[in-house]
């Protein structure tokens, strides 16, 4: 017989079969629902709950992918054995950027059951490949150019990533001791390419709407750079979005000092908040005086997942030899299978699924949150800039948060020393951990404030 749980949804948020999955695992981490219980059957859940059939199959199967259910054949779905050692703690991370996992699992699923039905094609991808494959350029070609970025697929090159998009595209066009100008508070993986490759790296200060002009072109004169790198859609780690009018001068500057712009666009930005890229206006002002200067790169690491490391670059023809010979000095080909998996995923719904209503509510949870602390704030997409008010101190959040097995990020980790931290609302396992979570960092500001006022 199976149990007769019947869930209240209205305390959870998303789309239907994630307010039901979070339901199911809330109830197995309290106990109400134990193990080796078997769930209702899906019909007549979906009744109770006026879902339809496939939505409680789409969570019960989330729910076995979790590893919370196993479904035996003929008998039913079964709430496993939750082993959780006393001495390991659950870390909730808010800490890396990442999209939350809700589809992913089976849109990989689907898309290695689909290839593996075509032997002829695994063949193809099994040989070497020195050059990508048009046609899954032309995949590629098609899928930017519905994003509304314009380019050809002559434009495109494959990388493992975007971090090997950096590396390969500064070690194609600098030498030691050339210099790179990026932003003062960045990623940080551009200076470790930078520090590699013996490349003198100098950060620009920030204002609200992207670099501050007046001292780029004071550090442009000084010190001649060949390249500026910089992210326009959503900086890493404040959130600020480049203005327009700061698009148009960084193209001016470029063509006037000639240096080439690294435009990173990985960060996840909602469509609402997203901009096409100086790659476009950069293409309107191309000339035979005046060469394209933008160099574009992105990925699918921030966009469907991490462990995909699939990241490509629009390239100038004109720079496409050096950083391909670059690329090649690196690895002899970038992996065509992975590249075709990319592509399957691209050319269906799967690649984003619901995750984008879900992101926005977790977002406006985190603004109301923000506003509450009364605390100076940005977000956009998967991250928030959030500043402390003294005598709260950013490491004093950050180690206590660790404590509690909540991973956030310093301001300091990217350069930053004005009391900010950096949260990335992807990384929660389940809306119950990401609302529990979310809370806990508001109680620990808000407890934090109140003690060093106590003792001051």
């Keep these: 017989m199976g149990t007769m749980w019947n869930p209240d949804l209205d305390a959870y948020l998303g789309p239907k079969y994630l307010r039901l999955f979070d339901a199911i695992e809330a109830a197995i981490n ?10 209702p059957p899906q019909r ?18 989330l729910a076995e992918q979790k590893g919370l259910v196993e479904a035996r054949v003929g008998a039913g779905t079964f709430v496993k054995p939750q082993f959780k050692p006393a001495s390991a703690q659950q870390q909730a991370n808010f800490a890396t950027c990442q999209q939350p996992l809700t589809n992913q699992i089976g849109a990989l699923s689907d898309a290695l059951t689909q290839l593996a039905k075509d032997p002829h094609k695994l063949s193809v991808l099994l040989g070497y ?4 494959l048009p046609e899954q350029q032309f995949v590629f070609h098609q899928w930017l ?7 050809s697929s002559e434009d495109l090159l494959f990388t493992h990533g975007a971090q090997q998009g950096i590396y390969v595209t500064l070690n194609g066009l600098l030498k030691p001791g050339d210099t790179l100008l990026h932003e003062a508070n960045c990623y940080p993986g551009i200076r470790l390419a930078a520090q590699q490759l013996g490349v003198h790296n100098i950060g620009v200060p920030l204002t609200h709407d992207g670099l501050d002009l007046e001292a780029l072109a004071q550090l442009v004169v000084e010190h001649q750079p060949k390249i500026i790198y910089l992210t326009l859609n959503n900086q890493n780690p404040t959130c600020i979005q480049y203005s327009d009018a700061q698009r148009e001068t960084l193209l001016h500057l470029a063509q006037q000092h000639d240096f080439y712009i690294i435009e990173d666009d990985v960060n996840y930005c909602l469509p609402q908040e997203w901009k096409a890229p100086l790659w476009n206006l950069a293409l309107t002002k191309k ?3 005046a060469p394209q200067r933008v160099i574009y790169l992105s990925s699918l690491s921030k966009l469907f997942s991490g462990g995909l490391r699939q990241g490509f670059l629009l390239i100038p023809e004109q720079l496409r ?5 670059a690329l090649h000095s690196q690895c002899w080909m970038i992996s065509p299978l992975n590249i075709e998996l990319a592509t399957k995923l691209i050319t269906t719904k799967s690649l984003m699924g619901d995750r984008e209503k879900l992101i926005a509510q977790r977002q406006a949870m985190c603004i109301d949150m923000s506003e509450r602390l009364g605390l100076k ?16 101190k950013a490491h ?15 301001g300091d980790d990217f350069d930053n020393h004005d009391n900010y931290i950096r949260l990335s609302i992807g990384g929660a396992s389940s809306n119950v951990e990401f609302e529990a979570s979310l809370l806990a960092i508001e109680s620990c500001i808000l407890n934090l404030t109140q003690n060093a006022y106590s003792i001051m």
């Design 321 to 325: 030899p050096q950083i391909k010979l």
């Design 44 to 61: 007549r859940l979906a009744d109770n709950v006026g879902f339809t059939i496939g939505t409680v199959t789409r969570a019960y199967a």
């Design 287 to 289: 000339s035979s005086s």
């Design 129 to 132: 490949h020195p050059n990508p």
């Design 396 to 410: 004093h959040v950050v180690t206590s948060l660790a404590s509690s097995g909540i991973l956030i990020r310093n």
């Design 377 to 392: 704030n940005r977000w956009r997409g998967l991250t928030g800039w959030l500043q402390l008010k003294s005598p709260v």
């Design 30 to 39: 309290r106990g109400e629902l134990e193990s080796g219980v078997k769930l």
């Design 145 to 151: 150019s519905k994003r509304g970025i314009t380019q």
